[in-house]
């Protein structure tokens, strides 16, 4: 009787044994499962824009189209801590008119910057950022078409 006994006992601890051993590992692959949808969710939700996609920082420059002048000489300056400096001279005009603004902005979407702190109807605030360049939108934040789209660039150093 004590063998059967002994015996039990023995297969009993070893059954115990075993089965605490199967969620385990079960419980370590659901764990490395969930990590692994986890990096998938998060890469599936990136999307590359002009924010995250581009060396955006640094100072573009153009000759913008001017309805009272020759044109406008704009320099924008974008730094990476989401300030900036915008330079503008009116060419052409009896007296040339520079006007510095700085100030920071903001990201739109991740594919336009808004200038803070220039008045509505004032000048553009609008840009989209494009590779290596700056494309100014109108005063409503459309982006410009026409003859006089590509007129409405500015370029990077």
Same mark, same amino acid.
């Given at each position: 009787?004590?063998?059967?006994?002994?015996?039990?006992?023995?297969?009993?601890?070893?059954?115990?044994?075993?089965?605490? #051993?199967? $969620?385990?590992?079960?419980?370590?692959?659901? /764990? @490395?499962?969930? &990590?692994?949808?986890?990096? *998938?969710?998060?890469?599936?939700?990136?999307?590359?824009?002009?924010?995250?996609?581009?060396?955006?920082?640094?100072?573009?420059?153009? #000759?913008? $189209?001017?309805?009272?002048?020759?044109?406008? /000489? @704009?320099?924008? &300056?974008?730094?990476?801590? *989401?300030?900036?400096?915008?330079?503008?001279?009116?060419?052409?005009?009896?007296?040339?008119?520079?006007?510095?603004?700085?100030?920071?902005?903001?990201?739109?979407?991740?594919?336009?910057?808004?200038?803070?702190?220039?008045?509505?109807?004032?000048?553009?605030?609008?840009?989209?950022?494009?590779?290596?360049?700056?494309?100014?939108?109108?005063?409503?934040?459309?982006?410009?078409?026409?003859?006089?789209?590509?007129?409405?660039?500015?370029?990077?150093?």
């Amino acid at each position: 009787m004590k063998k059967n006994s002994l015996g039990i006992l023995v297969v009993a601890f070893a059954l115990s044994f075993s089965c605490k #051993e199967t $969620p385990k590992e079960n419980n370590q692959v659901n /764990q @490395t499962n969930n &990590s692994v949808e986890s990096v *998938e969710e998060s890469s599936s939700n990136y999307s590359a824009n002009s924010q995250n996609s581009l060396d955006w920082g640094g100072t573009y420059h153009g #000759e913008l $189209p001017c309805a009272s002048c020759a044109y406008i /000489q @704009t320099s924008i &300056s974008l730094n990476y801590d *989401e300030t900036y400096v915008l330079t503008t001279i009116h060419i052409g005009k009896e007296e040339e008119i520079k006007n510095t603004k700085r100030g920071n902005f903001k990201w739109i979407d991740g594919q336009f910057v808004e200038l803070q702190g220039i008045p509505d109807g004032e000048q553009a605030k609008l840009y989209k950022v494009e590779e290596n360049r700056l494309r100014q939108l109108d005063l409503e934040g459309n982006v410009i078409e026409g003859e006089l789209a590509d007129k409405y660039l500015l370029f990077q150093e």
